[in-house]
């Protein structure tokens, strides 16, 4: 699988690892489903919720890392 960057977008992550939901959930990404938050990119998503981006890139890549 790809590495994930900030320019990932949400949409995009979930489409080919819905696993990685509950990480974006434990920052405050309730409504995954609405189409604003699936076309946000990491970046993003982490500058409207106040989480440091690269921070984020390595729990979601180390989750992908393990799953393959």
């Known amino acids: ?3 994930i960057t900030k320019d990932t977008v949400i949409g995009d ?3 080919i690892a819905p696993q990685v939901a509950p ?3 434990s920052i405050g ?5 609405c189409p604003a938050s ?3 990119t990491v970046e993003q998503a982490c500058m409207v919720h106040g ?9 979601i890549n ?3 890392s ?3």
């Open 38 to 40: 699936r076309g946000e």
């Open 51 to 59: 989480v440091d981006v690269e921070s984020l890139l390595s729990e």
């Open 62 to 64: 180390k989750l992908l």
């Open 1 to 3: 699988m790809a590495q």
């Open 29 to 33: 990404m309730h409504c995954l489903g």
């Open 23 to 25: 990480v974006f959930m």
């Open 13 to 15: 992550i979930l489409d």
């Open 66 to 68: 393990a799953a393959q």
